[in-house]
Antibody
Framework: EVQLVQSGAGVKKPGESLRISCEGSGYSFTSYWINWVRQMPGKGLEWMGRIDPGDSYTNYSPSFEGHVTISTDKSISTAYLQWSSLKASDTAMYYC????????????WGQGTLVTVSS | EIVMTQSPATLSVSPGERVTLSCRASQSISSNLAWYQQKPGQAPRLLIYGASTRATGIPARFSGSGSGTEFTLTISSLQSEDFAVYFCHHYNSWPPFTFGPGTKVDIK
C-alpha cells in the first residue's frame, strides 16, 4: 500500500526554525517527485515546490522561494520542508503529495502537518 | 504563471441532482488537468486526471471533460458523501503548478 506519512503538528514562535517531514512507503521513492502544498485556515491549496528524490533537484513557486527549503534523504525515503525563520503567516496545514515523474497528477497525499506560529 | 479560476464558488444542491463545476486556465494546458475532492479535516483526494480519466476507485458518477483552457467536472447524481470542496489543478510543463480556488458543494 502506498503511504505518505507526515510528521506531527508543531507550535512555534515567530523567528524560530522548523523542519517537517514526509516519509514514503509502498513504492519506489526515487521514481516519484514529492510536492509540498500549503493550505491556510479556511483557504485553498497553494503549490509550494517539489523535489526529485533521485537527484534532489527542486522547483519552487516564486511565492515561496527563499522562504522555505525542500530537501530529501532518499536513504530513508523521506522528504522535508523547512523554515529558518517562521512568521505568523506561515500558520497553515502543509501537505506532501507524490507525483509520478512527468506530466502526471498528485495521486497520493500525506495526512497533513499543522504548523501554528504564535507568540 | 498560469492562473486557474473556478465557478461557482459555492453550489447548493440536493442529493440526487446533477452537478456541473467549471474550471478555466489562463492559457492552454492541453489536458494536463486534475480534479481533487477535499472533505473537512482530510487531505485532498485525486478524482480525475488527464481532464477526463477517473482515478482508481472513483465512482462512475464522476466525469471530467475539456481541454485547452476550459474544463468541467460533472457529478451525475450527487450522493451524501460528495458534499465537499472540489479543486482543479494544472500540471502542465512548467511550474508553478497552480490550483483553482475551489468550489464548495453543500446541501441545499
Amino acid at each position: 500500500e502506498v503511504q505518505l506519512v507526515q510528521s506531527g503538528a508543531g507550535v512555534k514562535k515567530p523567528g524560530e526554525s522548523l523542519r517537517i517531514s514526509c516519509e514514503g512507503s509502498g513504492y519506489s521513492f526515487t521514481s516519484y517527485w514529492i510536492n509540498w502544498v500549503r493550505q491556510m485556515p479556511g483557504k485553498g491549496l497553494e503549490w509550494m515546490g517539489r523535489i526529485d528524490p533521485g537527484d534532489s533537484y527542486t522547483n519552487y513557486s516564486p511565492s515561496f522561494e527563499g522562504h522555505v527549503t525542500i530537501s530529501t534523504d532518499k536513504s530513508i525515503s523521506t522528504a522535508y520542508l523547512q523554515w529558518s525563520s517562521l512568521k505568523a503567516s506561515d500558520t497553515a496545514m502543509y501537505y506532501c503529495a507524490r507525483q509520478r515523474k512527468g506530466l502526471f497528477p498528485y495521486d497520493s497525499w500525506g495526512q497533513g502537518t499543522l504548523v501554528t506560529v504564535s507568540s | 504563471e498560469i492562473v486557474m479560476t473556478q465557478s461557482p464558488a459555492t453550489l447548493s444542491v440536493s442529493p440526487g441532482e446533477r452537478v456541473t463545476l467549471s474550471c478555466r486556465a489562463s492559457q492552454s494546458i492541453s489536458s494536463n488537468l486534475a480534479w481533487y475532492q477535499q472533505k473537512p479535516g482530510q487531505a485532498p483526494r485525486l478524482l480525475i486526471y488527464g481532464a477526463s480519466t477517473r482515478a482508481t476507485g472513483i465512482p462512475a458518477r464522476f466525469s471530467g471533460s475539456g481541454s485547452g483552457t476550459e474544463f468541467t467536472l460533472t457529478i451525475s447524481s450527487l450522493q451524501s458523501e460528495d458534499f465537499a470542496v472540489y479543486f482543479c489543478h494544472h500540471y502542465n510543463s512548467w511550474p508553478p503548478f497552480t490550483f483553482g480556488p475551489g468550489t464548495k458543494v453543500d446541501i441545499k
